[in-house]
């Protein structure tokens, strides 16, 4: 484990997401996932079914971070087209994995067809990623990691992915709240970040029936620095005659 920063990027793929007829279940799961992995979600794109938006996206993204992952578009129907707009991308052929094509036709024995085939499709130099949950494997080519759009087989793929990647510490954080508009502290929140290098103070509005308060999440690698921060935001809201919460409000 390292003090260096890992940051990754998603490209989530799907007509059906940009036209609101899906609702994406991964970028939460993702990100939390990385995190445990020490590596940071930095960037998040939505892209539609077209090679040369995906192409422009992963090239975009894998060029800028250590990490890229897809979801959507890896399936046996005809608009599954993320397999040859990442092997465009890479400038490489689609063809057919062997060890994929073995663990589709174990899978689905007298029930295989040519379309189910399809989801043997690799870029070529591409491995694979284990799918425990459908069978149909996920692909990695360099730094980019081509997984289903279905949320459990995306967790399965990740679960599978567990502990192989290289990252750096886990970003750790606490969270304390108040009934007090955001407003009215940010001196306060500005002044306790400043005198903590390394940790991150995040201000998040809430509204329970007619009041305002705010969750200040504090974040960072070091836990007593963190502990040291929510201290300090605690001993400001004390000061200024506001009770501090220590959990989301």
């Known amino acids: 484990m390292t003090d260096r920063i890992y940051r990754a990027a998603l490209v989530i793929i799907g007509n059906e997401i940009l036209s609101g007829r899906t609702q994406d279940a991964n970028l939460a799961y993702l990100a939390k996932w990385l995190n445990q992995q020490g590596i940071r979600l930095a960037e998040v794109r939505v892209v539609c079914d077209e090679t040369s938006d995906i192409v422009a996206a992963v090239n975009?993204?894998?060029?800028?971070?250590?990490?890229?992952?897809?979801?959507?578009?890896?399936?046996?129907?005809?608009?599954?087209?993320?397999?040859?707009?990442?092997?465009?991308?890479?400038?490489?052929?689609?063809?057919?994995?062997?060890?994929?094509?073995?663990?589709?036709?174990d899978h689905y024995k007298d029930r295989i067809t040519d379309a189910r085939l399809l989801m043997a499709r690799v870029p070529q130099g591409a491995s694979l990623i284990e799918n425990a949950v459908s069978a149909a494997p996920g692909i990695r080519i360099e730094n980019v990691f081509i997984m289903a759009g279905i949320p459990s087989v995306t967790r399965g793929m990740l679960a599978a992915l567990s502990g192989t990647l290289a990252g750096g510490q886990p970003?750790?954080?606490?969270?304390?709240?108040?009934?007090?508009?955001?407003?009215?502290?940010?001196?306060?929140?500005?002044?306790?970040?400043?005198?903590?290098?390394?940790?991150?103070?995040?201000?998040?509005?809430?509204?329970?029936?007619?009041?305002?308060?705010?969750?200040?999440?504090?974040?960072?690698?070091?836990?007593?620095?963190?502990?040291?921060?929510?201290?300090?935001?605690?001993?400001?809201?004390?000061?200024?005659?506001?009770?501090?919460?220590?959990?989301?409000?």
């Open 60 to 105: 975009a993204l894998r060029a800028r971070y250590d990490y890229v992952f897809t979801t959507g578009g890896i399936g046996p129907t005809h608009d599954d087209i993320t397999v040859e707009a990442i092997s465009a991308a890479f400038g490489v052929p689609v063809v057919y994995h062997p060890k994929a094509e073995q663990i589709l036709r």
């Open 171 to 249: 970003v750790l954080s606490q969270t304390v709240s108040a009934f007090v508009p955001e407003s009215s502290v940010s001196e306060l929140l500005l002044g306790v970040e400043k005198a903590h290098p390394g940790v991150l103070v995040g201000s998040y509005p809430v509204w329970r029936g007619n009041k305002v308060g705010a969750n200040f999440v504090v974040s960072g690698i070091n836990l007593p620095d963190i502990q040291s921060a929510v201290a300090a935001i605690a001993a400001g809201l004390t000061l200024q005659g506001i009770e501090p919460i220590f959990e989301e409000i």
